[in-house]
């Protein structure tokens, strides 16, 4: 025996029921059904109260259980969960203001977490990985040289993180030479004042010389003003050399970090290490600060201060630039970027408001919903702050990307809105609110749920990622994803059964009188019957149903879109508009870089940015200094010993983006010289170590070289040491993460255990990481959309059709992001996971409709395209909206949110309304 499924349902008696075949079941067509009962109202397509009888053994099974037979497993979840949402509805409906009232009663109540806020704005911790290899060759660096490093004797080299600083770069506005009398008296005047009582706090002062990092009790020294101060013409005379240039006491000192675009006398290239300077275009100022304890709050306030004077200073200067940066700087832009987004969140939330309002709006007063548009946008509001008081009162800390959030979400809580809409628009007017709000969540629940199960997939596989940034945004943001379906099948549907009473009856939208007959509950049984008579002469999928409520957009994309689009020719120019696509996005997916550079920490155009753009036009010849630490004792007296480290110094010094031997340090190469010297060979162990500490490491200009010596506890053997190569000519990002790459695989290299490390490495790591993590997650997410999908979709074909579009969208979207010049990067990730979650939402509400519609493919393709082709429009329109303001953003990181999206929404656009529908079309279930 066959059994049947629900065709369509009236508001009487009148019916029709398909077979599992899909053709009409009646007594002609097939005779082993000759009753059809009804028992009381018919609820929606899977309603128990629908009843057929088998006249050979009297035998009847309901509607339900008869789908679940027909249609198999996947059928089964599908109509369950419409039967369930029906049955939710019919409770809104009858208890609207409970409903109504309780999800703000909750948000209020979860509001006391904003009691509890934290932020963080340490960028080391936000956008460096987690658990990147740096952090860790960090603390063993730290722990092997623990005896022999503290900020009371230390040079900048050797200090294993940057701590806290102050820097500050001298311009002219012509770019003339900075090494001229009246440029200099002023960085002077400015470098006087630093070393100045500056009070902090209340009446309590502080002298640089107290707070400084220190070298023999005095603080690292400008070698620049050094040589200025003590001898002005020590500048005119061609005294001052690069990149080393001897001071007045003999000693010599550092000027590669100082001076910046030098020109020399000589006209080849440099040669030595004291070669005559002509001039320089820049000159910068370095203040190191101590950072343990009680003086890394103290620094930061001087830090604030001195900056504040500087700018005081330098404000009415001529022909002069003067630009700062302190190690608070990163921290204070990320503070700045949060208030200017929040500053810009109500300009958004008005643009939405006026959208939406009109979105809803038509050309009948009763059937204009523009206080359901506000509902949506309180809806997403409510969910916004429940998702913050949650994680505000459980202690995660809101970081600055954090503030796309609000965005987010209102964009795609207003596309499930719009969904409830268009369900809603598709019932029949005549019926009571209680049947229009049990049909209109039957309708829908399968499009908001699919997506709200796969955008919290995406963002519980964000969750796991190994940048906080990540980790931190798709944790407030997957919650938010879930108190925005909650609130919405709650709060808005309950907005809805009021806003359905006021239709019914016959109100005005804004003055809320009566301004026509109330809508009749139950159609005449004539009226129905000659509807009926007409729709079995065509196909319902293009067929209005009676009482149904249409918009313009609608029956655009019914009558005229779906169409046009399903013409033969029409499908084959989008196949190769498709394949020109998809090429042109393979070609930027292979030209994608890597990284996420200071100057994108900042924000656009301010004072950071002008000083950061300097730096890596200027200063990035001569850092960072790397060290390779030999981690265990060896037997540094021995000639096979000295040769292995002097080799594997010698890979790096040999690369291109290290400076050559003449720039690197090694206190092994400068004792083997000191002993040459003393006349001293085949040397034994004792010998050798006697002399290193009792001669050697005393020596003035050889004192450093006791922060790279670690000694045992009998002073008889070295633990273990380091050495120093400088950095050369990083100027991209693919300079450094080349520099870092070289420098690890050399020290893998080495016959000795071995690590490479600097503190850039820290933020270096992310190029390494970026492109794993991304593939994981992005792998991750798609395969679970995939599992979603095959259980919430009742085709396997629409179900592959979802994940072959969404991983189109994502190439689309990383391809065309390199265009737009985009890298690769901890915050384009967090984009491509929101990538995720918005393709699906396009690609599930069309397949969820197709697969809802009956007949012929190009039937079901046109009633899918009727049904949520405007909620799709929609949708789309309130995101870009939402994100619209992202673009004026100062921040790199918002505006990234922006491009991406951008990209996601005009490709799932394309998906969604114009490719899937062809491939549907072609390859679609039939039935």
């Given at each position: 025996m066959k059994l049947g499924i629900i065709r369509r349902f009236l508001p009487s008696t009148?019916?029709?029921?398909?077979?599992?075949?899909?053709?009409?079941?009646?007594?002609?067509?097939?005779?082993?059904?000759?009753?059809?009962?009804?028992?009381?109202?018919?609820?929606?397509?899977?309603?128990?109260?629908?009843?057929?009888?088998?006249?050979?053994?009297?035998?009847?099974?309901?509607?339900?259980?008869?789908?679940?037979?027909s249609c198999g497993p996947l059928d089964c979840i599908d109509h369950r969960l419409r039967h369930l949402f029906a049955a939710w509805g019919r409770i809104v409906a009858r208890h609207p203001w409970p409903i109504l009232l309780l999800p703000i009663l909750v948000t209020i109540g979860l509001s006391v977490?904003?009691?509890?806020?934290?932020?963080?704005?340490?960028?080391?911790?936000?956008?460096?990985?987690?658990?990147?290899?740096?952090?860790?060759?960090?603390?063993?660096?730290?722990?092997l040289f623990s005896s022999v490093s503290w900020e009371d004797h230390a040079t900048p080299a050797r200090l294993t993180e940057l701590g806290r600083y102050i820097q500050i770069i001298f311009t002219t506005d012509d770019d003339q030479n900075v090494l001229i009398s009246a440029l200099l008296d002023k960085a002077s005047d400015v470098h006087q004042m630093v070393l100045d009582h500056i009070t902090i706090s209340g009446n309590v002062s502080y002298r640089y010389e107290n707070l400084c990092i220190k070298w023999h009790d005095s603080?690292?020294?400008?070698?620049?003003?050094?040589?200025?101060?003590?001898?002005?013409?020590?500048?005119?005379?061609?005294?001052?050399?690069?990149?080393?240039?001897?001071?007045?006491?003999?000693n010599v000192g550092f000027l590669g970090a100082e001076l910046g675009d030098v020109e020399l006398w000589m006209e080849d290239e440099i040669e030595t290490q004291f070669s005559p300077v002509k001039s320089a275009k820049t000159f910068r100022l370095l203040y190191y600060l101590k950072s343990e304890g009680e003086f890394d709050e103290i620094n930061s306030k001087f830090e604030s201060f001195v900056i504040k004077r500087v700018r005081k200073m330098s404000a009415d200067w001529e022909d002069v630039n003067v630009v700062t940066f302190t190690s608070r700087t990163p921290d204070d832009e990320v503070k700045a970027a949060t208030y200017e987004m929040i500053v810009l969140f109500p300009i958004a939330a008005a643009l939405?408001?006026?959208?939406?309002?009109?979105?809803?709006?038509?050309?009948?007063?009763?059937?204009?919903?523009?206080?359901?548009?506000?509902?949506?946008?309180?809806?997403?509001?409510?969910?916004?702050?429940?998702?913050?008081?949650?994680?505000?009162?459980?202690?995660?800390?809101?970081?600055?990307?954090?503030?796309?959030?609000?965005?987010?979400?209102?964009?795609?809580?207003?596309?499930?809105?719009?969904?409830?809409?268009?369900?809603?628009r598709q019932t029949d007017t005549n019926l009571p609110v209680e049947r229009r709000m049990s049909l209109t969540l039957a309708d829908?629940?399968?499009?908001?749920?699919?997506?709200?199960?796969?955008?919290?997939?995406?963002?519980?596989?964000?969750?796991?990622?190994?940048?906080?940034?990540?980790?931190?945004?798709?944790?407030?943001?997957?919650?938010?994803?879930?108190f925005d379906y909650i609130y919405q099948i709650t709060f808005f549907a309950a907005c809805m059964v009021f806003s359905g009473r006021r239709e019914a009856a016959g109100r005005h939208c804004f003055t809320m009188k009566r301004i026509q007959k109330p809508y009749a509950i139950v159609a005449k049984q004539d009226e129905v019957t000659d509807f009926v008579s007409k729709m079995d002469k065509q196909p319902d999928n293009t067929t209005k149903s009676y009482g149904q409520e249409d918009h313009a957009f609608m029956t655009f994309f019914r009558n005229y879109f779906g169409p046009f689009i399903l013409n033969p020719c029409m499908k084959v120019i989008v196949v190769f508009i498709y394949l020109g696509y998809i090429g042109v996005a393979i070609w930027g997916c292979s030209m994608v870089e890597q990284g996420l550079t200071e100057q994108d920490l900042v924000r656009q155009g301010s004072e950071a940015s002008k000083f950061l753009d300097l730096k890596y036009k200027y200063f990035k010849t001569y850092e960072p200094a790397v060290s390779l630490v030999i981690k265990t004792e060896q037997n540094y007296w021995e000639a096979e010993t000295?040769?292995?480290?002097?080799?594997?110094?010698?890979?790096?010094?040999?690369?291109?983006?290290?400076?050559?031997?003449?720039?690197?340090?090694?206190?092994?190469?400068?004792?083997?010289?000191?002993?040459?010297?003393?006349?001293?060979?085949?040397?034994?162990?004792?010998?050798?170590?006697?002399?290193?500490?009792?001669?050697?490491?005393?020596?003035?200009?050889?004192?450093?070289f006791q922060l790279d010596i670690v000694f045992d506890e009998t002073n008889t053997s070295i633990k273990s040491s380091r050495y120093f190569v400088l950095g050369k000519d990083l100027f991209t990002s693919d300079d450094e993460k080349a520099m870092m790459l070289k420098a690890r695989q050399v020290a893998k290299d080495c016959e000795f255990d071995a690590i490479a490390y600097s503190p850039a490495f820290i933020y270096f790591d992310q190029f390494v990481a970026v492109i794993p993590t991304t593939v994981q997650n992005m792998v991750i997410a798609i395969g679970s959309i995939l599992c979603v999908s095959f259980l919430l979709i009742p085709s396997a074909t629409c179900c592959v059709c979802v994940t072959i579009s969404v991983v189109s969208i994502l190439v689309g979207v990383i391809g065309y992001m390199t265009f737009w010049n985009v890298n690769l990067h901890s915050?384009?990730?967090?984009?491509?996971?929101?990538?995720?979650?918005?393709?699906?939402?396009?690609?599930?509400?069309?397949?969820?409709?197709?697969?809802?519609?009956?007949?012929?493919?190009?039937?079901?393709?046109?009633?899918?395209?009727?049904?949520?082709?405007?909620?799709i429009i929609q949708g789309s329109l309130s995101t870009m909206f939402a994100i619209f303001i992202c673009a004026f953003s100062s921040?790199?990181?918002?505006?990234?949110?922006?491009?991406?999206?951008?990209?996601?929404?005009?490709?799932?656009?394309?998906?969604?309304?114009?490719?899937?529908?062809?491939?549907?079309?072609?390859?679609?279930?039939?039935?």
């Open positions: 009148s019916y029709s029921i398909l077979n599992a075949d899909g053709d009409d079941l009646d007594e002609k067509s097939d005779p082993e059904y000759s009753v059809v009962q009804v028992n009381g109202h018919i609820d929606d397509q899977t309603t128990t109260d629908v009843q057929i009888l088998d006249p050979d053994n009297n035998n009847s099974e309901t509607t339900r259980e008869i789908c679940c037979k977490g904003f009691r509890y806020v934290t932020m963080e704005t340490n960028q080391e911790k936000i956008y460096t990985p987690q658990n990147g290899k740096a952090k860790t060759e960090r603390k063993i660096v730290d722990d603080c690292l020294a400008n070698t620049v003003l050094t040589l200025y101060e003590d001898n002005e013409d020590y500048f005119t005379d061609n005294n001052i050399s690069y990149p080393y240039s001897f001071l007045p006491d003999g939405l408001l006026i959208f939406t309002v009109g979105s809803c709006m038509t050309k009948d007063p009763v059937r204009s919903k523009p206080w359901l548009a506000i509902a949506a946008l309180v809806s997403t509001l409510l969910a916004m702050l429940s998702a913050l008081g949650v994680m505000f009162f459980v202690g995660v800390p809101f970081v600055d990307m954090v503030v796309a959030m609000p965005f987010i979400i209102i964009g795609r809580g207003l596309d499930d809105a719009f969904i409830m809409l268009a369900a809603w829908s629940v399968m499009s908001i749920t699919a997506t709200t199960v796969t955008d919290t997939l995406a963002f519980t596989v964000g969750s796991i990622s190994s940048f906080v940034s990540v980790r931190t945004f798709c944790v407030y943001t997957g919650l938010a994803v879930v000295q040769e292995i480290i002097e080799r594997t110094l010698s890979k790096l010094e040999e690369d291109k983006h290290f400076h050559d031997s003449s720039m690197t340090i090694s206190w092994l190469h400068e004792y083997k010289r000191f002993l040459e010297l003393v006349g001293i060979s085949n040397i034994t162990k004792d010998l050798f170590m006697s002399i290193l500490r009792e001669q050697f490491l005393l020596i003035p200009a050889f004192e450093p915050v384009s990730l967090l984009t491509l996971i929101l990538s995720v979650g918005f393709s699906v939402d396009y690609t599930i509400h069309i397949t969820s409709a197709y697969v809802s519609a009956r007949g012929r493919r190009r039937d079901r393709v046109i009633r899918a395209l009727y049904s949520v082709g405007m909620p921040h790199y990181g918002i505006r990234v949110f922006f491009k991406s999206l951008t990209l996601v929404n005009l490709f799932g656009i394309a998906h969604g309304l114009v490719f899937l529908p062809v491939i549907l079309s072609v390859l679609g279930p039939s039935q």
